[in-house]
DNA sequence: ACAAAAGTGTTCCTCTTACACCCATGA
DNA sequence: TCATGGGTGTAAGAGGAACACTTTTGT
């Protein structure tokens, strides 16, 4: 078998957000073409001289507009099983670029935003859609795959690094940090012991400022205290560090 | 900027053994060519028709001479800087494989293994070394960039699923495996602490064995017992993340 | 008998968990 | 005044960290 010369690399991006209540992730829609699926995740193939990451970032300012400043970006799995594009599908792909390629190999990517009006309104004058992650059945491709694999990185990597924060504006409530965890994990926490444990942290930092216009006793708003955060990484591996040298 | 044609997919791999003290990595050696670094990690270009995963365990078993039941492999990161081959390295490449190639991607994994008499002598054989991952200082292309990579990742599955047991063989002592703890994590382990808490866990089976031939008294021989474990994980998801974070 | 590594218990203290009521606001 | 969700404290138990000596074997 000789080696594989005639195949092209792509990206694909699984972008979250959360609107206070449930993670969504961005789908777009593309023309309909034979019996295809008319969803699927945000994508691109790679250009000459230009990194994943790269790529990646290309198709996300593309999709939502924001600059790589206002995202959190992530590179996950390859997807290279020759068969995961073939048929109407690697038509559909040669089709629209003008190419001929046989295999087309994607790495995945998840994105995390700030769920904004600006960002939403943006993303519907293009014809896509927020969907609630847990409602999303089927998407073109093998998109649903690494849709599923998103998720799983990202229930990972939330127990692992303050991502969270990346999907929450910068002013927010300890309440819808907490919904969040819970939409990420499907789990309840409770209410008293998740406040005392994240305050407790010292990554909060209270504003003195409160929701306006609600129906019941107003929430303090918080800000993430990155400093604080990164002081405390550091602190924890101060006496550690000569045991923990890694060239 | 067109897209991408002409490019290659490698896969280069970090094979990890524990020889009961110190961590390895298997390098193999490279006929000099110019100026080029001669050792380098076991990898290969992908072949038409072939995921990446089997093109991964395809190096391995050419490497190692073990087969896909013996070893444990886990994709890492995509590295796809247009320039991480060129020069001298990217007429290497097409020089030896025929090709005319003007890009290289290279998808990076680790794989785990029991380092036991016949691999060493399988890889002795072909002129591959077992070298001490703290000694390596300068590999072939971004070979040394892809080893501090599989590093990272492995201290981190470590600390979230049994892998260990992957470098150990069938039996083993516990003394065995907390050096293996110190050796990845660059720390020292209460003894008390660490019996008590591997034996409460419930993961491990004693097999009532002891060493034999060795000058002091014989430690007893255990068995990972994965069938516990994999019932366990399903109980618990605890609120550890915010403890957890790191950048 | 000695050298070398295995194996063993207790105490203290921190962190986790479970749990129920009052508060501030808009309608 | 009622409905709604925000915000608070305590007690019991589990788990982690620190710490030193005896046991078994080969030489």
Chains 1, 2 share one sequence.
């Not at 449930?22 to 829609?29: F, K, N």
């Not at 034979?34 to 193939?45: E, I, S, V, W, Y």
């Not at 590179?75 to 290279?80: A, D, H, P, T, V």
């Not at 089927?138 to 998109?143: F, V």
Request: proline share 3%; hydrophobic share 40%.
């Amino acid at each position: 078998m000789p080696i594989q010369t005639n195949q092209s690399l792509s990206v694909d991006c699984v972008v979250f957000g959360f609107d206070g209540k449930t993670l969504r992730a961005l789908l777009i829609e593309r023309p309909v073409y034979n019996t295809l699926n008319k969803q699927k995740l945000p994508g691109a193939m790679i250009l000459e001289n230009e990194t994943l990451s790269e790529a990646a970032y290309r198709v996300l300012e593309e999709a939502t507009g924001l600059q790589k400043c206002d995202l959190y970006l992530k590179q996950m799995e390859i997807f290279s099983d020759p068969q995961r594009v073939n048929g109407d599908e690697l038509e559909w792909i040669n089709r629209k670029h003008g190419i001929n390629t046989t295999r087309v190999v994607t790495v995945g990517f998840y994105a995390l935003l700030k769920l904004d009006k600006r960002t939403i309104d943006y993303t519907s004058a293009k014809g896509a859609q927020w969907v609630e992650v847990e409602s999303i059945q089927r998407l073109a491709m093998d998109h649903k795959l690494i849709l599923s694999n998103a998720l799983g990185n990202l229930c990972r990597d939330m127990q692992q690094s303050p991502i969270a924060f990346e999907l929450l504006p910068k002013r927010f409530t300890i309440r819808a940090l907490q919904r969040l965890f819970e939409a990420v994990f499907g789990i309840e926490i409770d209410n008293r012991n998740f406040r005392k444990k994240i305050l407790s942290s010292g990554f909060l930092h209270a504003t003195n400022e409160r929701e306006k216009g609600v129906a019941h006793k107003p929430a303090e708003y918080y800000i993430f205290n990155k400093n604080a955060y990164q002081r405390a990484v550091k602190a924890k591996l101060k006496m550690d560090f000569i045991d923990n040298w890694r060239y």
